[in-house]
């Protein structure tokens, strides 16, 4: 079981950025993937969770109406847009899946049990 | 939103020294509790989940108690493969929140 996700990427103020997170080794459809982030020396920062059986998302408050979960079901891959970045989005971005195996109709949450290597995501002008 | 608050924020112990580490949430939270360990430049691993399961594959030299707002973690015996940043995890409520972290360091 294994999530592979995109490189590095630097943007400027008020740009976007779109983070890729790649699963293998287990039914795509099955669990939730969760994206968090890490600025340096802080603990992580759950942004939201992703169900890719259904292609719904829930977001952190605190990051509602910047963010975007997606899917590509063919690829086995998905995706976390973050819009209107500031300096202060300068962090690691994880995606992780859920041990909890999908119930459909709600969102149901256990452990992150397998984690992709992170994207270091470089806000600066 | 929960929070929830380690101690200590870091430690310095010897080979094969017991480390116990506290997280206290700020409302009752049951057992959904999970502990992840972070190695330097790497991503978090789970180490226990629901308060007091071992992970598959996780050494038993670490355990959790807990439940409600006061958790443990408990290195049996410090290893070298130790050294690193430890989690507690909340995961009654969204959103879902880490604690601060606890650093792990060898003398």
């Known amino acids: 079981v294994q999530l592979e996700q995109s490189g590095a990427e630097v943007r400027k103020p008020g740009a976007s950025v779109k983070v890729s997170c790649k699963a293998s080794g287990y039914t795509f459809t099955s669990h939730y993937i969760h994206w968090a982030r890490q600025a340096p020396g802080q603990g992580p920062e759950w942004m939201g969770i992703?169900?890719?059986?259904?292609?719904?998302?829930a977001y952190s408050q605190r990051f509602q109406g910047r963010v975007t979960m997606t899917s590509d079901t063919s690829t086995g891959t998905v995706y976390m847009e973050l819009r209107s970045l500031r300096s202060d989005d300068s962090a690691v971005y994880y995606c992780?899946?859920?041990?909890?195996?999908?119930?459909?109709?709600?969102?149901?949450?256990?452990?992150?049990?397998?984690w992709g290597e992170g994207t270091t995501v470089t806000v600066s002008s | 939103d929960i929070r929830l608050t380690q101690s200590p924020a870091s430690l310095s112990a010897s080979v094969g020294d017991r480390v116990t580490i506290t997280c206290r949430a700020t409302k009752d939270i049951n057992k959904y509790l999970n502990w992840y360990r972070q190695k330097p430049g790497k991503a978090p691993e789970v180490l226990i989940y629901d308060a007091s399961n071992l992970e598959t594959g996780v050494p038993s030299r670490f355990s959790g108690t807990g439940s409600g707002t006061d958790f443990t973690l408990t290195i049996s015996s410090l290893q070298p493969e130790d050294v690193a940043t430890y989690y507690c995890?909340?995961?009654?409520?969204?959103?879902?929140?880490f604690g601060g972290g606890t650093k792990v360091e060898m003398k």
């Open positions: 992703f169900d890719p059986s259904a292609g719904t998302a």
């Open positions: 992780a899946r859920d041990r909890q195996v999908i119930v459909s109709g709600d969102f149901y949450y256990n452990f992150m049990d397998v």
């Open positions: 995890q909340q995961f009654d409520n969204v959103p879902l929140t």
